[in-house]
C-alpha cells in the first residue's frame, strides 16, 4: 500500500456501515465498491454489500471476485425489492450510482425516467435521518449551461437523461428538506479509469496508445472536463463523511474546473506514451450532446467537503494504462465486456405439484447457489394447480424478489406441460428444469452451468444412485437400459428433466407442434452438443411422492410409444415366426397321421390353446396400435398444451388471456 492510499483507508474506515452501493456493477460502482471493501475487510468479511440489477454490466463484480455474500440482487423500481435490502441489511451508508440513459446505446425513455427518478425515490423512502445518502449526479443536468457552472447557476438540461438527473436533485432536496435525511448530490463530469467501459473514449484511447496507435476521433474542438476516478471515489467518501444540516440536499460539482479540448487530451496522451502518429480529427461522429465548452467549478466541492481533484490528466492516463496491464485488459477484460455467456441470466423452471413446504426451501438455495456463482438469475416456479396452498407460497416469494415470476394453470396438465409453460415465458440464456419436491438438486447446476460454458447446449443430470428402495432402482434403471435398445433415438440412461439447455434448444423445443410430450426424448431428438453429469438423487423432502407404479408404468408407455417402433416390430416378427410354426405343426399333424402315428387322436386342449394364445397375441397387437392410433388422435385435435389462468412478475400481476399474451410476446422480442 502507498504512502498516499493509507490515509484514504483510514478515512473510509470511518463511514458509517453496514454500506450498500446501489449500482455495483456500473464503472463508478465497481471502483467505489472495490475500494470501500478492501479497507473495511476484517478477518476475510467485509460491511460493504453489493447491489445490482443489470446482467449486461456485472462482468466487473465476476472479475473482481466478490463474495457472493456481499453480492445482492435487488430491482430499484420495485418498492419491495428496495425494501427487502434494507430490513435485511439495515445499511447507515447508502451511495446510489445506479441510472439508465447516460449512453447513446441506451435509448429506452420510459426506462431512463423510471430508474432515475422512480429509482431514486423508493431508496429515499426507505431511507432515514441516521443514514446518509449520497446521489451520483451529472454534469449533464447544466446541459446548454455548460461553461463552468456553479450549483447555484440555472439549469438547462438538453436530453431525456438530463431532464431525469435534474429530477432526481430535486427529488434529494425535497427529501433533505421536507423530512431531514442527509443526502448530497454529486455532479460528475467526465470520469475517467480502471473498469471504464472498453468501448468508451478513455480506455479506447489508452489501449491504442499502448499499442503506438490512436483510435477515430470526435471534433477537436470539443471539450470535457476529465476527472480520474479514484479522485470521485474519495469525493464519494468525504461526501458521505461531511454532510450536515446546513448542507444536505445540496448538489456539487465534482470536476478539475480545467477545460480540455479533444486536441489537447490526444497531445497530452501523445506526449505521455511517446506517440510518433498524427491524429485524425472527424474520424468518429460527435454526440448529440458534445459542446465545446463543457467543464466545471469545483469550488463549492472544496470548500464544504474539502475535496479537490489531484490527478493530473498525464498521469491519470498513465494509472489507467497501468490498470489495463495488471488486469490483463486484451486476454481478461475485453471477453469479458463482449462475451455474454461470461455474464449470462440463468432460467430455473421448477414444476410445482404438492410442493408448497418445499418451495422456500428452494428458492433459498437456488439464490444462494446463483450468487455463488455471480450470475444473474430468473426462477420461475410453475403452479400446475396443486390442490395446496402452493399459490400463496409464491406470492410471498414474487413480492420480495422481482426476479421471480409465478404461473399458475388452470388444471393439472402435468411436468411437461409445466416446463414447457415456463421455457416459453423465459428469457435467460439458458433454463434449467427442476421438479419442485428438491429431488432435482440446485447445488449440481454449477456443474451443469460449467459444461454450458464449455460449449455443449444441453447438460442433463445422471441419476448414479436414487435414495429409494433398491428394488425400485433396479427396476428404473432396467427400463432406462431398455427404452434406450428400443428407441430410434439416442436417448441417454438414467437421465431425466433435471438439466441446463441453451435458449437455442429451447427455442426448437418450444416450437416443437407436437401435443403430447416427453422431453426427455425431445431433448434428445433436437440434437446440438449434449453431456451428462453424475449426481446423488435424494428422497423427496416432504410429503409422499406423487409417483406410484400405474403412473410409472404410464411414463414408461409414453416414453417407448413415443420415441420406439420396437412394439410394432416384435408384432411383425412375433407374425412371421408364429405363422411358420403354425405351417410346420400342420405338415407335422399331415406326416404324423399318415405315416408316423395313424392313430393320432383330434386333441381339443391342443385346439384351446391355440386359440387362447394366437387370440392373444391379436390382442395384443390391436393394443400396441391401439396406442399410436391414440397419439395420432390426440394430435389431430391441436388443443393447447396449458392453459394459463395467471402470471405473477414480482408484484405485478397478469390475469387475462389478452394480458398474458402481450406479456409473451413482450419476453420473445428480448
Known sequence: MSPNEQPFTNTIKQLKGPIVVFGASGFIGANLLEQLSRARQRNGQSDVYALTHDATKAWRLKLL???????????????????????????????????????????????????????????????????????????????????????????????????????????????????????????????????????????????????????????????????????????????????????????????????????????????????????????????????????????AAENDLGWKARTSLSDGLQRTADWQIAHQYESRVLPAFQTPTLNPVISPIIACYKDAQAIPYMYERLVKTFNQMKVRYEIIFVNDNSPDNTDEVLSEICAKDPNVIAIKHSRNFGSQSAFLSGMEISTGDAVVLMDGDLQDPPEVIPEFYEKWQQGFDVVYGVRVQREMAPHVHFFYKQFYRLFRKTAYINIP?????????????????????????????????????????????????????????????????????????????????????????????ILWQILAKLVFFPDTPAGLSTVIILVMFFGGINLLGISFLGEYISKIFEETKKRPKFIRTLVRKGPQMYKTAAEINALIEQRRSK
Not at 456539487?252 to 501523445?270: C, F, H, P, S, W
Not at 409422499?544 to 411414463?555: G, L, P, Q, R
Not at 416390430?569 to 412375433?574: G, H, N, P, S, V
Open 65 to 299: 471476485d466478490v463474495p457472493a455474500e456481499n453480492v445482492v440482487h435487488c430491482d430499484i423500481l420495485s418498492g419491495t425489492s428496495v425494501k427487502d435490502v434494507f430490513d435485511r441489511y439495515k445499511p447507515k451508508t447508502i451511495f446510489n450510482l445506479a441510472a439508465y440513459g447516460a449512453y447513446s446505446k441506451q435509448k429506452n425513455v420510459g426506462l431512463t425516467y423510471e430508474t432515475n427518478v422512480l429509482g431514486t425515490v423508493n431508496i429515499l423512502e426507505n431511507c432515514s435521518p441516521d443514514m446518509v445518502y449520497i446521489h451520483a449526479g451529472s454534469s449533464s443536468e447544466y446541459g446548454f449551461n455548460c461553461t463552468a457552472p456553479k450549483e447555484t447557476d440555472p439549469v438547462e438540461p438538453n436530453s431525456h437523461y438530463a431532464v431525469s438527473k435534474v429530477s432526481a436533485a430535486y427529488t434529494l432536496e425535497y427529501y433533505a428538506k421536507i423530512h431531514g435525511l442527509n443526502t448530497l448530490n454529486l455532479r460528475l463530469y467526465s470520469i475517467y479509469g480502471g473498469w471504464e467501459e472498453p468501448d468508451r473514449l478513455i480506455p479506447r484511447l489508452v489501449e491504442e496508445a499502448r499499442q503506438q496507435r490512436l483510435p477515430p476521433l470526435v471534433s477537436p474542438d470539443i471539450s470535457r472536463d476529465f476527472v480520474y476516478v479514484d479522485d470521485c471515489v474519495e469525493a464519494f467518501v468525504l461526501a458521505a463523511l461531511r454532510v450536515n444540516e446546513a448542507i444536505r440536499g445540496r448538489s456539487y460539482n465534482i470536476a478539475t474546473g480545467q477545460k480540455t479540448t479533444m486536441r489537447e487530451l490526444v497531445d497530452v496522451t501523445r506526449q505521455t506514451f511517446g506517440i510518433a502518429t498524427e491524429p485524425v480529427w472527424g474520424s468518429m461522429n460527435n454526440r448529440n450532446w458534445d459542446l465545446a465548452d463543457w467543464y466545471g467549478d469545483p469550488t
Open 493 to 585: 440412461v438414467d437421465a431425466g428433466d433435471f438439466s441446463i439447455i441453451d435458449r437455442k434448444v429451447v427455442r426448437e423445443l418450444v416450437n416443437l407442434p407436437e401435443t403430447e410430450q416427453f422431453l426427455r426424448g425431445l431433448r434428445a431428438w433436437v440434437g446440438f452438443k449434449q453431456t451428462g453429469v453424475n449426481y446423488v438423487r435424494p428422497e423427496r423432502m416432504f410429503g409422499v411422492s406423487t409417483n406410484n407404479w400405474t403412473k410409472n408404468i404410464w411414463w414408461a408407455k409414453k416414453a417407448i410409444f413415443s420415441f420406439s417402433f420396437a412394439p410394432l416390430e416384435l408384432m411383425t416378427y412375433a407374425g412371421f415366426l408364429l405363422t411358420g410354426l403354425s405351417v410346420l405343426g
